[in-house]
């Protein structure tokens, strides 16, 4: 759609169910979460999964969401295909206009494609809404994890996040760790 004048390189849309859907201006709040939460998992995953920021993932024909952060199985063929859910360890979307949409259709849509874990940073709430275990358009867990607690991924139990270190990055004029 680029190479024929429809879009433009820097016109922010997502491809789903279909429908090219315009995505909000990323804020300051939401790139500041963006790049900790990318910090926080490249420590955390080593060299046990890739971590793709704001990368595509290829859902069926008719949707190529592109989430803030993922996290993938090692391949050796990223350059040559786009992730498919078998791929995708974890989806995270950072949600500081778009929380409905992400609690709904966004929601939907990754389980409806068999995406194991789904994450929400709400950045109003200062929480994470994890999801867990696909079961047609919904998910079989949800848990919400706030203040002191830690989120693990279900896949790579070991890297742990500390909630309140994520939303130092959000906080202005704290530095975070």
Do not use: C
């Amino acid at each position: 759609m680029v190479a024929t004048g429809v879009l433009t390189k820097d016109d922010r849309v997502e491809l789903i169910e279909g429908d090219l859907l315009n995505m909000a201006p990323i804020g300051s709040q939401h790139a500041a979460l963006s790049v900790r939460l990318t910090k926080l998992f490249v420590r955390g995953a080593g060299d046990a999964a890739e971590v793709s920021v704001g990368g595509p993932i290829n859902l069926g024909g008719f949707s190529e969401p592109q989430p803030d952060v993922s996290l993938l199985r090692l391949r050796d063929d990223y350059a040559t295909r786009i992730p498919e859910p078998s791929d995708v360890l974890l989806v995270v979307e950072i949600s500081d206009s778009s929380l409905r949409f992400d609690q709904t259709t966004k929601l939907a849509l990754y389980a409806k494609y068999g995406i194991e874990e789904y994450w929400i940073v709400d950045v109003e709430g200062q929480r994470i809404e994890a999801y867990r275990g696909p079961v047609g358009t919904g998910y079989e867990e949800k848990i919400e994890i706030s203040g002191p607690s830690v989120a693990s991924p279900r896949a790579l139990p070991g890297l742990r996040l500390n909630v309140n270190e994520l939303f130092e990055a959000s906080v202005p004029g704290k530095r975070p760790r």
